[in-house]
């Protein structure tokens, strides 16, 4: 082998805990009786967001020096008093905590910010409505929400689940401190994968979850204890590394992130190799290859992943065909309107780009500089990043730093990965006159 053929040695990413996980874990041990550490948790502004909100209500969380971990003691049931909490853009906060505030004592004033107003949460206070909880709504029966709260019998409910999978989540986790728990049964379910992240957890705190052949579940009520997960690398988050690796013909590993995962959202590597990369998902960790081509003429459902379906359209351009995505109608509804935002993007960069209700496909070009509308949301501005890293000086983002949503440090892990990423309208060496 010459010295030419020999191959790059593999970049080891440092990929933040799951937010998905980090969120969860902190409800579950706020509701435990007793003291959790959420070990390795993401720091992010939801997350902080979250952690804030919990401890408006009378949670105590202690951070470790460096946040190793976050130190969390519950009282075992819902909480008590009256509190504002505010929720920033975290969507899990307005999902998950009305549903525990639901079930203490006191009244709770759910805010946050316009954006997050603007999400829609209707099915959510449709079925807490149903359980008995006395609710008052924003317009659109949005936030703000203000919950007067006196404990929740439980009973059995349907809902629907066909805009957001948390709408049941946050149901779910509620559930043990019901009277007499909860059986529900979601119709038109999205994302289900992070319904069965919620449950795995749930039993991790102790909780008893039974899944019925109908697809519905039922919930025991008996209240948590106390826990010490420790929280993977954040599978949406590693979808831009794993492109990156896709475009550059690079190997990136991301530790931690592994077989037996509890994220749905590591299935986007399946999708990059049938786009052509090499892929290896073992007991310690997952890694891909580039191989010099990106493969399209498929079409593929991403709507149990579609966190990462902006990741494969953004980088479908360089593929040596069209790519379609469907089954994705519910990311209209997320912190943008992804699909049309995507597609706004993509033209910008003269890439042939056509959308529908709940799909979008994307053909092969040659992008052209252009500004990346980011819309405040994370995921658009760090999927273009990665079509920026594969064409130097073709995109600039008009706002690099809402990626601190989830992922604070994602210019500066990118560029000590890929020391080429000079994106412009990121923080840093190369574009400081865009901040």
């Not at 099915?123 to 909880?133: H, K």
């Not at 077989?259 to 290896?280: I, P, T, Y």
């Not at 980088?315 to 089954?327: C, F, N």
Request: glycine share 12%.
């Amino acid at each position: 082998m010459t010295a030419a053929e020999v191959p790059a040695p593999a970049l080891l990413a440092r990929i933040p805990g799951s937010k998905s996980l980090t969120n969860r874990a902190l409800l579950l041990a706020a509701a435990a009786r007793g003291t959790s550490r959420v070990r390795a948790p993401l720091v992010s502004d939801d997350t902080i967001a979250f952690r804030d909100a919990l401890t408006a209500c009378g949670t105590r969380v202690r951070s470790s020096p460096l946040a190793e971990y976050w130190e969390v003691t519950g009282t075992g049931r819902g909480p008590t008093g009256r509190a504002r909490l505010w929720c920033a853009d975290a969507g899990t906060a307005a999902r998950f905590l009305p549903p525990f505030a639901a079930t203490g004592h006191g009244t709770f004033l759910f805010n946050g910010s316009s954006q997050l107003r603007a999400r829609p949460q209707g099915p959510l206070l449709e079925a807490l409505r149903g359980l008995g909880a006395d609710i008052e709504a924003g317009p659109g029966d949005g936030l703000p929400l203000l919950v007067r709260a006196d404990g929740l019998a439980g009973g059995q409910l349907v809902v629907d689940s066909s805009l957001s999978s948390q709408y049941l989540s946050g149901l779910l986790m509620a559930a043990p401190l019901m009277a007499h728990g909860l059986s529900v049964r979601p119709e038109a379910l999205v994302s289900s994968p992070y319904v069965a992240m919620t449950v795995a957890l749930m039993r991790r705190f102790g909780a008893r979850v039974e899944e019925r052949a109908d697809g519905g579940l039922r919930v025991e009520p008996g209240g948590y204890t106390p826990a010490d997960p420790v929280v993977e690398p954040d599978a949406s988050t590693a979808s831009y590394v794993f492109a990156a690796a896709a475009v550059t013909g690079r190997t990136v590993t991301v530790p931690g992130l592994a077989a037996g995962s509890l994220q749905g959202d590591l299935r986007f590597v399946e999708v990059l190799e049938k786009a052509g990369a090499r892929v290896s998902v073992t007991a310690d960790a997952t890694s891909v290859t580039g191989t010099g081509r990106l493969r399209g003429g498929f079409t593929v459902d991403m709507g149990d992943t579609s966190d990462t379906f902006m990741t494969l359209a953004a980088i479908a351009p360089l593929a040596d065909a069209p790519i379609t995505v469907h089954g994705i109608g519910h990311a209209r509804l997320k912190e943008s309107d992804r699909i049309a935002a995507v597609a706004r993007n993509l033209r910008a960069c003269g890439i042939d780009t056509e959308q529908g209700r709940d799909w979008i496909t994307v053909r092969p070009g040659e992008p052209r500089p252009a500004r990346i509308a980011c819309h405040r949301d994370h995921r658009i501005a760090m999927a273009f990043a990665v079509l920026g890293l594969a064409r130097p000086g073709t995109v600039t983002l008009d706002d690099p730093h809402c990626v601190a949503k989830t992922f604070p440090g994602f210019h500066e892990e990118m560029r000590r990965l890929f020391p080429a990423y000079e994106l412009s309208g990121a923080p840093g060496r190369a574009a400081g006159e865009d901040r």
